[in-house]
């Protein structure tokens, strides 16, 4: 039987045109983010199962790629359960390990320390338009910073990258998980019933006001209370300002304190942004990740349809390695789907540098070749890229196939001196 010559389901080959794309976005993120401070580090795509499946990592815990313990400890006759078969897992996102990394090695980084991080990770989700099962993440996080400076410097930073690519009039929406959890208790809910309010709201965007009531009700929620909730929603929807409207009528349920720093982060990063997006308070976005504690945002692109990106803060969550809560914040791009909208609007990268085609004819004598490599050795160094390849029969359809990848000058060296 012929071997399969397509990748695995949910992943993909990357030809050379996307590779292009890919490496120059690749350099303006690094680029940009270093002018902020932050720092590349990598972590290795295998975690700990045990760091996977901490119940920190909402829904993707259940599309955890798990990996077969190897040689002697694999043993199958003797397993009763997962854990005697399974002791580690590809990595879902890059934020546990990053934890993980910091916790190993807080002594010897800076406080507050800036990490960015890029590499794939793998979730075994149904593959869709700019969704596969392996994928790039491009994440920035600063860890030590208790105030919303980091916030601000994150939503900066990521903005300033968006418009470099040349992304502009996107949103980037707001909320607090405090003020989730505000709007919850003063509507009456249960605190052990927050998440499954919250999973719901997080639908609101596609099922609408009434569809949210239609399915807390049908999920046994008390009346009264679901009433009492969705009125919050209609009279921010009425008011100039929602937060303040929110704030007034929370009263007691929310720190003013929350308030005041959600306030100072938009009117920071309004008066200082320098890409063409909108900040927008939306009370309505949850974010998935149960390890979220207070900030939370998130890139939406009306190119795209939907979400491009988000983050928040953490500050829980080095105290699950370290037993000492460490405040942490981050904000991820959404790497592929940007790469699929540059592509699908016919991206070119700017300022590539002259191509040129050295085509040598088969049989040319061992001295004239090495003149022609030296030759495109000198050119190298003036910054051309040269390409040496041997001269196809077909000469033209070669020239045809170059000239599409970029390639403008062409120098032909033949066996016969005389041609």
């Known amino acids: 039987m012929a071997l399969s010559k397509k990748p695995v389901t949910g992943m993909k080959d990357i030809l050379p045109e996307e590779m292009k794309i890919r490496d120059y976005v690749i350099g303006v993120i690094k680029e940009t983010y270093g002018k902020f401070g932050f720092t590349s580090i990598e972590t290795p795509c295998v975690e700990n199962i045990e760091n996977l499946t901490n119940k920190q990592g909402g829904e ?3 599309l955890i790629f798990k990996i077969l313990k190897r040689g002697e400890k694999l043993n199958l006759e003797a ?3 997962e854990k005697d078969l399974v002791d580690g897992g590809l990595r879902y996102d890059l934020t546990v390990p990053l934890v993980r990394y910091y916790s190993a090695h807080a002594n010897e980084l800076p406080t507050p320390f800036k990490a960015l991080q890029m590499g794939n990770v793998w979730r075994a ?3 869709q338009r700019g969704r596969y099962r392996q994928f790039m993440q491009c994440d920035i996080d600063i860890l030590g910073e208790p105030s919303n400076l980091a916030e601000i410097e994150l939503i900066l930073a990521t903005t300033t990258t968006l418009g470099r690519l040349g992304f502009s009039g996107f949103q980037i929406r707001i909320n607090e998980r405090r003020i989730l959890k505000a709007m919850a208790a003063y509507s009456g809910f249960a605190e052990e019933s927050y998440d499954h309010v919250f999973i719901t709201l997080d639908k609101m965007d596609k099922i609408g006001l009434e569809g949210v009531e239609a399915e807390l ?17 209609r009279g921010m929807e009425a008011s100039e300002n929602g937060l303040a409207y929110l704030a007034k009528k929370l009263g007691d349920f929310l720190d003013e304190e929350v308030r005041e720093s959600l306030q100072e982060i938009m009117e920071s ?15 309505t976005l949850v974010r998935g990740m149960s390890y979220y504690t207070g900030t939370i945002f998130e890139i939406a692109m009306p190119q795209f349809g939907g979400s491009c ?5 953490y500050d829980r969550m080095v105290g699950k390695f370290t037993g ?3 405040p942490a914040c981050g904000f991820s791009i959404g790497f592929e789907r940007i790469i699929l909208l540059l592509m699908e609007n016919g991206f070119k990268v700017p300022s590539q540098p002259e191509k040129a085609a050295f085509l040598i004819e088969k049989g040319v ?16 160094k003036s910054g051309t890229q040269v390409l040496v390849v041997r001269m196809n029969k077909n000469k033209k359809f070669q020239k045809e196939q170059l000239t599409k990848d970029g390639y403008t000058t062409f120098r032909e060296f033949y066996k016969d001196p005389l041609k």
């Open 60 to 62: 993707n815990e259940k």
């Open 79 to 81: 397993a009763k359960e």
């Open 125 to 127: 989700d149904r593959p």
């Open 217 to 233: 009700l049908e999920d046994g929620f008390a009346k009264e209370s679901v009433d009492k909730y969705l009125e919050l929603f």
């Open 269 to 283: 990063v309004n008066s200082t942004k320098s890409a063409d997006f909108e900040l927008v308070f939306d009370p």
């Open 309 to 313: 990106g988000g983050g928040g803060r």
């Open 324 to 326: 000492n809560d460490v």
């Open 365 to 380: 004598a061992k001295e004239e070749l090495c003149k022609v490599i030296a030759a495109a050795q000198e050119e190298r």
